[in-house]
């Protein structure tokens, strides 16, 4: 089959299957991300000229920078849209005394946010549900912030998915969106392959470019658009990639014991670390962050 140098761009998968395969994926491999990502499972900021403090603190540094970059007023309302296992609605309700709802479709990785709670002793601010970010039951105006980290890539219809984050905003509200991005719209067949592969290993619909964000929340009504490609600060993930997938390969009996526990699954998640490398390397992957406001009497 020929692949279009546009396909790239658009949802790899239907909707039902989608939200199977995350399932599947998160719930299956949830201690292993947690082993190898540590506390939050996403891209680190490393920030030019600044020592280098390793890929945990870099993690929290870039939870810090998309706090400023809002910025998060301190004991907002915040709607954690794909809270993952709860690591950055921990933070918020720590650092800024905010009440965070953090919604997601794995159970288990319910289960790890709950947890991560309590050992931070903020459950009494933190709450946590088995809901889909695109379609939740949340009335209008509910939320001081809407905060998404690195969960709209995994969202089939973006338009739509933005548009149910401005719904549940408070009028004067703050939309924070930090995602992977595509460089641009003019990709090539060798390149489309690559973004497909890892769609198929990280379970990701699409990703689109940072611009197109941009017009999506002009076109939702949002105002004070703001964007930012923070590609070379987030780079040294991936330089650091080796380090992450290093305590498995160096060790057969682990991987072995994990494809008896998770299934071949394993491998993919395994090749998909050198693919996003690539994918930076050759500047394919982007990645961007999105601030908008909901304008009052919205």
Not at 243 to 250: C, H, L, T, W
Request: net charge negative; glycine share 8%; aromatic share 8%.
């Amino acid at each position: 089959m020929t692949i279009t140098t546009t396909s790239a761009l658009e949802p790899r998968w239907t909707t039902p299957d989608l939200h199977a395969a995350i399932k599947d994926h998160y719930d299956g491999l949830i201690e292993l991300y947690e082993d190898l990502w540590g506390e939050h499972i996403h891209h680190g900021y490393w920030a030019d000229g600044e020592p280098d403090r390793g890929r945990h603190a870099a993690q929290v540094r870039l939870v810090e920078e998309l706090i400023a970059f809002g910025p998060v007023p301190p004991m907002a309302k915040v709607l954690d849209a794909g809270c993952g296992i709860g690591a950055s609605a921990v933070h918020l309700a720590s650092r800024l005394g905010c009440t965070v709802d953090g919604i997601t479709i794995s159970a288990e990785q319910i289960g790890r946010a709950e947890a991560k709670a309590g050992e931070a002793s903020v459950t009494d601010q933190t709450t946590f549900r088995l809901l889909d970010a695109m379609h939740t039951d949340y009335p209008d105006d509910t939320f001081d912030v809407v905060w998404a980290l690195e969960s709209c890539e995994l969202m089939p219809d973006k338009k739509a998915f933005l548009a149910e984050c401005t719904r549940v905003l408070k009028p004067g509200g703050t939309l924070l969106v930090a995602t992977w991005c595509a460089r641009d719209e003019s990709l090539d067949a060798d390149e489309t392959r690559l973004l497909h592969r890892i769609y198929r290993d990280f379970v990701v619909s699409h990703v689109l470019p940072l611009e197109r964000y941009a017009e999506l929340a002009g076109e939702l009504g949002l105002a004070d658009v703001r964007t930012a490609d923070w590609s070379e600060q987030v780079w040294d993930t991936w330089k650091l990639s080796t380090d992450i997938v290093k305590p498995v390969v160096r060790d057969p009996s682990v991987i072995w014991k994990l494809v008896r526990a998770k299934g071949m699954d394993i491998f993919r998640f395994l090749n998909s670390v050198p693919l996003m490398k690539q994918a930076y390397e050759r500047g394919v992957m982007h990645y961007g962050v999105l601030r908008a406001t909901k304008p009052a009497g919205s």
